[in-house]
Every structure is written in C-alpha cells, then in structure tokens.
C-alpha cells in the first residue's frame, strides 16, 4: 500500500481520479514524487526537483492534492449532509460562501456538502482547461496559472478545516486519522514551500499547522 492509499474499505472518491499531464517529463516527475514519498520525508517530497519547472511541478502537485482531498471527503460523503451541514463551516468562527466568478459571482451560503460539490466541480473545470493546465509538456503555461493554482489550494485547504472541525471524531471511527493527518501534514509543508495560501486564510487550524512547520 502506498504512503497515502486507503484500504479497500474506503476506496471510494467523491469523484473520479484525475490524471496528471502525460508525457516522458511527467512521468519523471512522477516517478519523483513517488520515490521521494515512499522515503517518508514531506519536508523532501515537497522541493522543487533541481532543473525543475516550477509550473509544471505545481501543475502535477496540484492534481495530487485533489485526488487526495476527494479522497478523504469520499469517505465522509455519508455523514457530510446538508441536515447534518447546512453551512460549509470550520467551527463557530468561520463559515465559507461560495462564489466562482462566472456562473455565481455573488457568494451564496450553501451546506457544506453542496459547498463540496460545486469546488470539485470547479477544479475540474480548471484543470480540464489546456489553457491553464496544458496537458503536453512544454506546453506554455497562462500568465495567471500561479493565481489559479492558489485559489485552487486556499479553496482545497477549506475543505481540510471543515473535516478537521465537523468530522474529525468520525474520521477517529473509521481509524482514518493517521492518513488524514499524513495527507493534511503533506498539504501544508507543500503550500507552505511555495506560499500557496496566505496566513490569515489558515486560521481555523493554525495550531495545527504551526505544530506541522514548527513555527
């Protein structure tokens, strides 16, 4: 079992894996990403490989991080309902409206469960766009791709706050926690590295991440 399979159990996603970019370039990366996970060191696993392109490093690492955030709210989609989560909160203090800018410009509050629904659908359409995430390496990446990939990562980090504060005692039953800690540890050291998400934005588990950097 790799570093951040899931059992059988469990093997269910909120939606269907994505693939990274094909090509000899992204295998290597590949390759890359997994060797250096299997050695267990994050702090590692996350650095730009020497010679590397920084976008096509995010480009891949970004479609990691969806694949394991849908993941892990898969195993949730059973106990995350609109009764059980009429707003997509991360505790008492914080509360997250939804808004892409094109179909819903003005942030609307929904349950966390359709909260859910409309980012995944969302980061797929981005990462569907070969304007954005070419799919040919080489391929000229936009002029905005860093600004995209940080809203995809702010976005991706909300849907870790609301497990953490909602869902975490669930996620203890299902004796998942050890790989939503594993996988929540690898998204902070990762957007950290590249400073993805800003400080204010980590707030509802800025404990949590400060005892993941040391800081």
């Not at 909160?89 to 094109?102: M, Q």
Request: glycine share 6%.
């Amino acid at each position: 079992m790799s570093l951040f399979g899931l059992g059988s159990r469990n093997q269910k996603t909120f939606r269907p894996k994505k693939n990274a970019p094909s090509g000899s370039k992204g295998e290597q990366l590949r390759k890359h990403i997994d060797a250096t996970l299997g050695s267990g060191n994050l702090r590692e696993a996350v650095r730009l490989p020497p010679g590397e392109d920084l976008h096509e490093w995010l480009a891949i690492n970004t479609v990691d991080f969806f694949n394991q955030v849908n993941i892990l709210y898969g195993t949730l989609t059973e106990f995350c309902t609109s009764s059980s989560c009429p707003t997509m909160s991360a505790g008492p203090k914080y509360e997250y409206r939804w808004a892409d800018g094109v179909n819903i410009k003005k942030p609307i509050e929904v349950s966390a469960p359709k909260y859910v629904d409309y980012l995944m659908n969302w980061i797929e359409t981005q990462l569907d766009d070969e304007s954005i995430f070419p799919q040919k390496l080489g391929a000229p990446f936009p002029p905005n791709f860093q600004d995209v990939v940080k809203t995809i990562f702010k976005r991706l980090f909300r849907v870790y706050a609301h497990i953490y504060h909602s869902h975490f005692q669930k996620i203890v039953s299902l004796k998942e926690e050890a790989h939503l800690n594993t996988c929540f540890k690898h998204f902070v050291l990762y957007t950290w590295e590249f400073r993805l998400i800003d400080k204010a934005e980590l707030a509802p588990l800025y404990e949590l991440v400060e005892s993941i950097l040391h800081l």
